[in-house]
């Protein structure tokens, strides 16, 4: 069977930016978070929120680590295996790309190290603002890599022009267009939103944990409190800001809608489609579950409303299956986090505690933001097949002359490594949390110490 070199590459730069996306998915968030616990002792002086600031600290740094690696990894395939990427829109998106580290990148290199080991070695207000600025460096860095993102799947502000080779190259004619085009705001709050709930619902996975294996610290109660209460806000402004995305991309990439909703036939009063197995060569869906009317009315707000089905694409459309079923995983794990992060906030909030069964329901839930941000990804990347950047550049196009054994090889020694890394990190990710019920700071020890946050991502 001969191997398919850019079905290959595809998969190879999937499976990076999957195992990528998991960390920055986590750390955009945490460093607020950590902001707020550290925020809350300095106004209370209460010792369980910085109890809370140093565990959640040293989980922070890890999650950073990871990223960092994956991410240099990530940006070595632009040259590997999709070089006709670079040479068709490099110069957008090169200056997108070092904008994000001049910016984002260093503010979060030169303040981490004041927020991990200065606590007690720096004055307290400089702690702080090191925290702050770790925190906005993580958003700044959301900031350019959803703008290039963005940009990929509404390009604007920008002309074709032959190079000398005479292959035509993108150049911009206005970086503010480029930079704010028409899907990066909901693309944006979109992902703000979806790396809130998955550090608050991480925070609360983590701290239900412990209180499961009977660690009553406050410092647990807190972190448990904080995470669920924060989820518990932030699901309904997600499913409110995902129909505003919707909406947007309704308009500006109906075939991905279209595959979304496994909709073949373009008709008015469109059903929503619960459950199918979508059928490319028949164009049709089997064993299909249907609600009448209800993708209108979800899409159009209008039950009659028009929506454009996959036969108007043909040739043109992403491949159905997989956008399908990512975004009924996506849209299903919200819903688990809705119910599970409201039952949760309502019994800490109104008893102070959580039935035993809850408790234990949301531990698995601390990766359900993994869940439901890399379905989300998958339907954003793979519903933009067949192009690279729509309307500018086919997949097929972009990529190197590599063969394909050389790219299978490469492959399977990323997946090996990469399943051994995300082992390792939860395997520390558990160790810190249990260690931490055996060693609560206290205000006579100085916590934070380098010494304590790589003995506990070392051992």
């Not at 927020?115 to 307290?124: A, E, K, S, T």
């Not at 439901?372 to 086919?394: D, H, K, M, N, S």
Request: charged letters at 10%; proline letters at 5%; hydrophobic letters at 55%.
């Amino acid at each position: 069977m001969d191997l398919d070199p850019a079905l290959l590459a595809r998969v190879q730069f999937a499976a990076n930016i999957t195992f990528h996306i998991l960390f920055p998915s986590i750390t955009i968030a945490l460093g607020w978070i950590l902001l707020f616990f550290k925020t809350r002792f300095n106004a209370t002086k209460d010792q369980k929120w910085m109890d809370a600031y140093f565990v959640w600290t040293k989980i922070f740094a890890l999650c950073f680590a990871m990223g960092v690696v994956s991410g240099i990894t990530m940006s070595f395939q632009f040259g590997t295996n999709w070089p006709g990427f670079m040479e068709t829109v490099g110069n957008i998106a090169g200056p997108l790309l070092a904008y994000e580290v001049l910016t984002a990148f260093f503010l979060e290199a030169t303040f981490l190290g004041i927020m991990l080991f200065g606590f007690r070695r720096v004055p307290g207000w400089l702690h702080t603002t090191a925290t702050v600025l770790v925190a906005a460096g993580t958003t700044f860095s959301a900031f350019w890599i959803l703008a290039l993102n963005s940009w990929m799947q509404t390009p604007v502000g920008f002309e074709m022009i032959p190079n000398d080779a005479g292959h035509m190259q993108a150049h911009a004619t206005d970086w503010m267009q480029i930079i704010f085009n028409p899907s990066f705001p909901y693309r944006m709050v979109h992902m703000l939103l979806a790396s809130g709930l998955t550090a608050s619902f991480l925070v609360a996975g983590i701290s239900a944990y412990r209180w499961f294996r009977n660690d009553r610290a406050p410092a647990v109660l807190a972190a448990l409190r904080t995470g669920v209460t924060i989820a518990a806000i932030l699901i309904p402004i997600q499913i409110y800001a995902g129909d505003l995305h919707g909406l947007n991309t309704l308009e500006h990439q109906p075939q991905k809608v279209a595959a979304m909703e496994g909709l073949w036939e373009t008709r008015e009063g469109a059903p929503l489609v619960l459950f199918a197995m979508p059928n490319e060569e028949t164009r049709t869906n089997d064993f299909a579950i249907e609600i009448p009317n209800l993708a209108s009315l979800i899409l159009t707000h209008h039950m009659d409303g028009e929506l454009k089905g996959l036969n108007e694409f043909v040739g043109n459309h992403p491949p159905v299956a997989p956008v399908f079923w990512a975004f009924r995983i996506m849209v299903g794990t919200g819903i688990l986090m809705l119910v599970l992060s409201w039952a949760a906030a309502f019994y800490l909030w109104r008893k102070g505690d959580m039935p035993k069964l809850l408790t234990f329901a949301m531990i698995p839930m601390a990766f359900s933001g993994w869940v439901a941000t890399v379905a989300g990804w998958y339907v954003t990347e793979i519903g933009r097949q067949p192009w690279l950047v729509t309307g500018v550049l086919r997949t097929e196009d972009a990529i190197s002359a590599v063969p394909a054994p050389i790219i299978g090889i490469s492959l399977s020694m990323y997946l090996a490594v990469y399943a051994a890394l995300l082992v390792a990190f939860i395997g520390t990710l558990l160790y810190i949390a249990r260690k931490a019920g055996t060693q609560t700071q206290t205000v006579q020890t100085p916590p934070a110490s380098g010494q304590a946050i790589v003995e506990a991502i070392a051992e």
